[in-house]
């Protein structure tokens, strides 16, 4: 809680929440937390939140844990410590009425699998929105290609990032600087 450079202090409830995510889950070096809407929406229902139906979705196969207990904002470290625990050994976390949590060694894994999170779940909320059911992938395909994904995850997350780096760099320098 300690500001190291600038002025002001930290938000209370991402304080509260990182916090104790960083002190209990060591290996969460990087933890992103957001109300992106369609993670967010598929965070509103009841049931699992995201379905095995597209490519994307696959990647987090074996990987999401979900906080069912929203009990308002995380105004003390018991709240963060909550979600911390509920988080197990996952890399996403959905928090039930309220968004989704993203861990990861790296800046640049939490950054991709936030990407692709908030893409699976625009895919999974569009095809919902249609009222047909959706066809999910058969398990063994499911897991399977999750293998297949978490094979080259931390490279390909590096090199996704760096790609956008160079976008900044060009159309918006001062961002870098």
């Not at 809680?1 to 060591?26: C, D, M, S, Y």
């Not at 929105?129 to 995850?153: C, D, F, N, Y």
């Amino acid at each position: 809680g300690n500001v190291v450079e600038g002025e002001g202090q930290p938000e209370a409830t991402a304080f509260h929440i990182h916090a104790e995510l960083h002190r209990l889950k060591p290996r969460a070096r990087a933890a992103f937390h957001t109300h992106m809407p369609y993670s967010t929406a598929l965070a509103m229902l009841e049931g699992e939140p995201l379905l095995w139906a597209g490519q994307t979705a696959l990647r987090f196969y074996g990987r999401i844990a979900v906080d069912e207990d929203y009990n308002g904002l995380a105004l003390d470290a018991s709240e963060g410590r909550r979600i911390a625990e509920s988080a197990g050994e996952a890399d996403v976390v959905f928090l039930k009425n309220h968004g989704v949590m993203v861990l990861g060694e790296t800046i640049a894994e939490a950054w991709d699998d936030l990407y692709y999170l908030e893409r699976a779940a625009q895919a999974q909320v569009l095809a919902m929105s249609t009222g047909r059911t959706l066809k999910t992938v058969p398990e063994a395909i499911v897991k399977h290609v999750a293998a297949q994904e978490a094979a080259g995850r931390a490279e390909s997350a590096r090199l996704h990032l760096e790609s956008v780096k160079r976008v900044l760099a060009r159309d918006e320098p001062a961002f870098l600087a």
